[in-house]
Every structure is written in C-alpha cells, then in structure tokens.
C-alpha cells in the first residue's frame, strides 16, 4: 500500500516524499500546486514510485479514492506564510478547514492514520514562553485576519482529536515551529529564505518592527524525521505534539548572522509593521516551543543548529 502525503509538493512535504521513497515506501500526493511547485517533486517523479495527482483536497470524491489506496495519511495540504494569509484570507480559511474535513472523513472511513501538521501560530499571543501543549490559546480580535490562520487550525486539531475521543481514529497532531530549509521560497513572507535572498542580491536586508522580536528556526531534515517516527509511535496518538527547535533568536541578530555568513555588505534595515502589512497587524514577541513532550515521545532532540540552516538555505539558493 501506498502513503498518502497531501500537500506533497510543498517545501516541507517534498522534503517527506523524497524520505518516504528512500525508505521504500510508494507515495501519492495530493497537492494542488498552489503554493507547492511542479520542481520540488520533478526529480522524485521519474522514480515511478510517487505518484503526483494534482488536485484540491476539497475535492472529497478523489481524497475518498486516494486514502482507501493508502496505508497512513500525512495532512500537510494548506495554505501557509503570513504574507498569504493577509492577502487571501477567504482562500486560506476554506483551503484549512473544508480540506481537513475531507481527509479526516476518508481516514474515519478507511481507519487510516491521519497525522495533521499543525502550527505553533495556535499559541497566538501567549506570552508564557515555552509553549507547552496543554497552555491556552491565545487569540486576536477577529477583525485581524493573520488570526484567521491560527483559528482555523486550531478547528482542525479539534476536529481531528474528536475523531481520537469518538472512535479512536489514529490521529496524532504536530505543532511545527519554524522550519527552514532547501527549496523553502521567501515568497510568502517566510523570513530566512526571504533574508538569505536579499543578502545574496546584495538589497537591504529588512527587519520588521524593532527587530527584538525573536523565534526559532529548525532545520526541516529534523522534522521530517521526527514525522516519520511519531506515525509509528503508538504512544503519540490522540496527542497535540510540538516540534521545532529551541535555540532563540531575535530576528535583528538572525538579520546579522544571514548578513555575515553570506558576506553580503547588504545594509540592515527596519521596516514599520504597518509599512511592511498593512495596519493593524499583530506579531507575536516571542515563540519557543517545550519540546520535553516529542523527546518524552520519540528521544527527540534537534541536531542541525542555525548556522547548518542559514548555510543549508544560502547552498540551495545558489543552486
Ligand atoms: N520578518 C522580518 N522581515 C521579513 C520577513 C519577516 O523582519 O522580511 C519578521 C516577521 O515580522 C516575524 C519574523 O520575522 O517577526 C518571522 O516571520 P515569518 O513570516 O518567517 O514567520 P512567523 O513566525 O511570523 O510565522
């Protein structure tokens, strides 16, 4: 049987394809191409074991065929970066919820394991740092639309645990944090490859806010193999599990550092939030993830730090 990877040819779940084939596993994506591209799966198509179906996951009657094929389901299909999700929003609610909707009917149909990934914007504002699994979600005035992301999110965990509390449908939900990495385009706001581009374009590298604000990167080669075990991890379902990095860092240093590995003399600059997204945007200061969960789980402990991740993204742009 196959794996069902719907999302498969965005960043992340290219990088998941190409690890699932190379553990013998054939693959079926779903992937509607939209923020996904054609080139981060061409090489893994010639392999005839992966299999591209390019379509909506809205569409129930294909996702209906695709998860009875298939052996597990990895829900990665979504709308992502915040820049997308400002500029679309009516895309980005409908594309999270209906096509979440419509994997996990299929999955309760079939029986399939259903991993959902999930983001660690669901904590929101929360100001306790780390963010643990259990804490409050903390949301924004409904009227700003980056909350539209993180609540209609925050449905699909529900949505997914309630298949867990009614019929102990396998369901296990991810929190990514920020992942980076080769083949990750700066097109919808994502700031590493977006600053590693402006350093190595020799333009001003731009820093949002006062550039205190801090996060923390991963490398995705981590999180695809922590993936890859919690779908086998009988412990890990029914559970909300984050994954990420927890080495911090403001953005203006990240600024710096991109600025130094690249050799760029390109000028650090800031940018007013309302310049940079229109008015009345709302960033989060900090965000850290508790990861004593994942490693509790799986021995998970990230191995690639950020000097790998800004050298691994600068590679991939040259190419
Ligand atoms: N950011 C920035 N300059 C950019 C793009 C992003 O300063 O060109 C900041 C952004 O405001 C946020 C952080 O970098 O504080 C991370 O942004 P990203 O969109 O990558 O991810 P987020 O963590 O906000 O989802």
Redesign the pocket.
């Known amino acids: 049987m196959s794996i069902l990877v719907t999302g498969g040819a965005g960043f992340i779940g290219s990088h998941l394809c190409r690890a699932l084939l190379a553990q013998g596993e054939d693959v079926i994506v779903i992937d509607d191409l939209s923020t996904g591209t054609y080139d981060n799966l061409a090489e893994l198509e010639d392999s005839k074991r992966l299999r591209l179906i390019v379509d909506n996951v809205n569409n129930a009657a294909l996702v209906d065929e695709c998860v009875r094929e298939a052996s597990a389901v990895y829900h990665l299909a979504s709308a992502v ?3 997308l999700i400002i500029d679309q929003p009516v895309r980005t609610i409908e594309s999270i919820v209906g096509g979440t909707e419509s994997v996990l009917k299929a999955c309760a149909r079939y029986r399939r394991p259903f991993l959902l990934t999930s ?3 669901v904590y929101g504002k929360g100001s306790k740092v780390p963010f643990s699994e259990n804490d409050d979600t903390v949301m924004g005035a409904t009227s700003t639309r980056r909350w539209s992301y993180a609540c209609a999110k925050a449905l699909d965990e529900f949505l997914a645990l309630a298949h867990w509390v009614e019929s102990k449908l396998p369901v296990i939900v991810v929190r990514l ?2 992942t980076v990495g080769p083949r990750q385009t ?1 097109q ?5 490859p ?2 590693v581009k ?1 350093a190595l374009n020799g333009q001003p ?5 006062d ?1 205190q ?3 923390c990167f991963a490398h995705v080669q981590d999180i695809i193999e922590a993936l890859l075990q919690l779908m086998l991890c009988p412990k890990a379902r029914g559970q909300v599990i984050n994954i990420g990095n927890n080495q911090e860092i403001t ?2 240093a ?2 710096e550092r991109v600025k130094k590995l690249t050799g760029s003399s390109s000028p650090i600059v800031k ?1 007013p ?1 309302d310049q ?2 229109g008015e009345g ?1 709302d ?2 200061r900090r ?1 850290v993830p508790d990861l004593s969960k994942v490693h509790n789980l799986i021995g998970y402990q990230p191995k690639r730090d950020l000097d790998q991740i800004i050298r691994d993204v600068i590679e991939s742009q040259k190419q």
């Open positions: 970066g915040v820049r983001t660690s914007e944090f920020n700066g919808y706001g994502m700031v590493v977006g600053f402006q590298i731009t820093v949002y806010g550039g604000q801090s996060r953005i203006l990240l600024a940018i939030y940079a997204y945007f960033d989060m965000r």
